[in-house]
């Protein structure tokens, strides 16, 4: 090894472990997201040479005249041929870059085709979502719709970014006039200031890079952190979620093997007598966390708690005496309960009743539109019942973020429906269960995913009046 | 967080970092594990494409700590382009060995002979791969197959779906993609189509090297440095080998060479390196100025769209 690449291990063995964050980016047509996205690229270093020197050469074949030493850096984010074709983003694309700080999974949301099916799609998994505005055209209507989407889907940190910074002269009174409006949206919508989420506004020009990476010596009156300072520190959804003491487990599949152990444990040594009645419940704990000891809730649909303890909590032979979202582990209980796929083990008493009626926010996302009556696939947790659709309650204005009356969902529409379920589940608020509150309406006849559900209170039960849109 | 905090306000607001939390690497290991099982659990007949090559041997791995103690159960695929290096062959039967499971091989060369497919100018044989592929699917009625598949890889594959229905025809749509939402895998098909499973798309070349490291996996011998024989061709180290011999015009040299990828032996270069460990892999890895396929892949320098096209088609 050469001394230079003995450096770099230096630098590897102090910076591990780093650890994940999946951020989402939207914008509207022309807002520069594409270059954005391309600087955070170029200037984390996450772009090799052989992939800058297509890009070199396709910009200079378009003849691209801007800066960054004559790269287009939005081509860096080019995809499939037809959008190379038509110069437009058809899909999420996903991004991959790291600091010594963290690494990141970047979902790169189109704007303009199905915005909402995209931004929905994104901000699912989104520990954080960078929505872009033109500095030279402030807060538009498509900028209310994305922060209305977000703050729907309860992203823990939305920043906006104030983009074009260079092409208002680096003006101050402009930033903090749509920092303002920014400011006043999230009010309105409750973003920021719901004890949930938060918003930030940052002055960025991606086309020179300022205030991306580096602070900017160009908007001294700015004393904030860059993007990615940000991106760098804020708390992640599961370091959040974590932490919350309500645990939950959807069972995935149980472990028995009944003789059928696998070779390579027993050449290691595994006790082969031992774990001949072995039964655990594999699963991944969607929220909050677990020790060994503890008293805990299995929930089967049609059927009261019951309530053990747990006995061990193994993962692939090291048997651990706690675990936290989002661990793949897999748990054994002191008593033989029948437990199967889709139950559910929770932290005992803090589930309520499980329910056959759903009262959701959906946000549809197929061209095939929601009719009352319709008869669906309600996938929850591990879990896949039959649902009727009672009726749709009413349409979503993204705009006035006001609920309009309406009979039927179309694609990229955000209504009320109530649901009746074949069987009852344990289906809890998505304001405060980010996992346990969301679930898929499917397509019986396609199997085609048809919307994003979020889970709400019936009507009648007080909580979060403020937030029930 | 109860007020509105602006940007300027920020470094003051920001908590502390948890130290309490996963790394990426423990964060990634346990969404790739949610996924296998849950293919598991929602299929009928579920095999892993099993090449010996290191995305699909840390796959296996994954697939192990996934049922333990209990066996992987599910067969492994391997579609053999009859071009394959020895050494990697030996590995995957002493792998399928180990573990216990079955394999089950689809042979490219069977189709050339039976003139079910042709033999390419190029002598390329990783594009001939799918008709095996979507035969051996086809004739065992999986209903999902897993793949190595990382986005990282290719910006076809950046816009993959972590389950990806294929047609009747084993065709990828990528303008016709149902969208993937939160943790909730949607693998409902109709008869004759499948889906592809992809439980480490959001790994990169590097997390594999030091998943690979820190879980001492075993891989074949030739990802790490070694002396071959070697000719310098499309600007890539090819061995010299059966199926890949040198013209007249190209030196035979003997290099300390090591490979990036391990694929078909007409179409995969290796690349100069004195990474003799695992380590040293990880720290080359992270210091690499080029990407694994444009370093190593001369399939994928067709066009700037050949691994759309392929894909398309019903490629891994």
Request: proline share 4%.
């Amino acid at each position: 090894m050469s001394t230079e690449t003995s450096l770099l291990a230096a630098e590897l063995e102090t910076a591990l472990p780093t650890t994940l964050f999946r951020f989402a980016t939207a914008g509207s047509v022309d807002d520069g997201k594409s270059t954005l996205v391309g600087r955070l690229l170029h200037d984390s270093k996450a772009i090799l040479a052989d992939t800058l020197d297509a890009v070199a050469r396709t910009s200079a074949d378009r003849g691209f005249g801007g800066a960054a030493g004559g790269i287009d850096l939005a081509l860096l984010t080019d995809g499939l041929r037809a959008e190379r074709e038509q110069g437009i983003t058809i899909d999420v694309a996903y991004r991959y870059f790291a600091t010594d700080q963290r690494s990141f999974i970047l979902a790169d949301c189109p704007g303009h085709v199905q915005y909402t099916k995209n931004t929905v799609t994104g901000a699912s998994t989104a520990d954080a979502v960078v929505v872009l505005i033109d500095a030279r055209k402030g807060v538009l209507e498509q900028t209310r719709r994305h922060l209305s989407v977000l703050q729907l889907l309860r992203v823990a940190h939305v920043i906006v970014a104030v983009n074009k910074i260079d092409l208002v002269d680096f003006s101050e009174s402009v930033f903090r006039d749509i920092e303002a409006d920014v400011q006043k949206v999230g009010r309105e919508l409750g973003l920021g200031s719901d004890g949930i989420t938060d918003l930030l506004v940052v002055p960025v020009s991606a086309l020179d890079g300022d205030n991306v990476v580096e602070r900017s010596a160009r908007t001294p009156w700015y004393t904030g952190p860059a993007l990615l300072e940000v991106l760098e520190t804020l708390p992640a959804a599961d370091e959040l979620e974590s932490h919350l003491e309500s645990f939950r487990f959807p069972v995935q599949l149980v472990v028995r093997p009944q003789g059928a152990l696998a070779p390579d444990a027993v050449a290691a040594g595994l006790d082969v007598e031992a774990y001949r009645d072995y039964r655990a419940y594999a699963g991944q704990i969607t929220e909050g966390s677990v020790k060994v000891g503890d008293q805990v809730s299995v929930l089967t649909p049609g059927q009261a708690p019951r309530t053990t303890t747990v006995a061990g909590i193994d993962f692939a032979g090291a048997e651990l005496t706690e675990a936290a979202a989002p661990q793949s582990v897999a748990i054994r209980l002191a008593d033989e309960f029948d437990v199967a796929r889709g139950d559910t083990i929770a932290a005992a008493g803090t589930v309520r009743e499980a329910s056959a009626d759903l009262y959701a926010a959906l946000c549809w996302l197929s061209p095939k539109p929601l009719r009352e009556g319709a008869k669906v696939l309600v996938k929850h947790g591990t879990r896949t019942v039959q649902a009727l659709v009672r009726n749709v309650s009413g349409k979503l204005d993204l705009a006035s973020f006001q609920l309009e009356a309406a009979s039927t969902l179309e694609l990229n529409d955000i209504g009320h429906a109530q649901l009746r379920l074949a069987a009852p589940l344990p289906l809890e608020n998505y304001l405060h269960h980010r996992r346990t509150g969301a679930f898929l309406v499917i397509d019986p006849l396609d199997g085609n995913t048809l919307a994003a559900g979020l889970v709400k209170d019936h009507p009648g039960d007080h909580e979060d009046e403020r937030y029930s849109i | 967080m109860s007020t509105p905090i602006t940007a300027d306000a920020y470094a003051a607001d920001a908590a502390p970092l948890q130290s309490t939390r996963l790394s990426s690497l423990d964060t990634l290991e346990s969404e790739a594990i949610h996924i296998i099982r849950e293919v598991v659990a929602e299929f009928e007949k579920p095999a892993l494409l099993f090449s010996g090559g290191k995305d699909s041997v840390v796959m296996l791995h994954l697939a192990t700590k996934a049922f333990w103690p209990g066996k992987v159960p599910f067969p492994v695929l391997h579609v053999d382009t009859g071009h394959n290096f020895p050494e990697v062959l030996d590995f995957r039967d002493r792998t399928v060995e180990r573990l216990g499971l079955k394999l089950v091989v689809g042979s490219v060369q069977e189709f050339i002979d039976s003139g079910e497919l042709a033999e390419r100018a190029d002598g390329t044989r990783n594009p001939l791969q799918t008709v095996p592929l979507l035969d051996a699917i086809q004739r065992n009625k999986f209903d999902a197959v897993f793949g190595g598949g990382r986005r990282d890889e290719d910006k076809a594959r950046a816009k993959e779906r972590i389950l990806s229905l294929r047609d009747e025809f084993g065709q990828w749509d990528p303008r016709n993609q149902r969208p993937e939402l939160w943790n909730l895998y949607n693998g409902r098909h109709t008869v004759g189509q499948h889906v592809r499973a992809f439980p480490i798309s959001n790994w990169t070349e590097l997390d594999i090297w030091r998943y690979i490291e820190r879980e001492n996996i075993e891989l074949p011998g030739l990802y790490y440095a070694h002396e071959r024989e070697v000719f310098a061709r499309d600007g890539m180290w090819r061995a010299v080998g059966e199926v890949s011999q040198p013209l007249p015009t190209e030196n035979v040299i003997t290099k300390t060479v090591r490979y990036r990828t391990v694929g078909d032996m007409s179409c995969t270069g290796a690349v100069e390196s004195d990474a003799y460990t695992v380590a040293d892999v990880v720290v080359e890895v992270a210091a690499s100025t080029l990407t694994e396929r444009g370093a190593t892949r001369a399939d994928d320098r067709i066009s700037e769209a050949a691994m759309e096209d392929r894909k398309k088609d019903g490629y891994f």
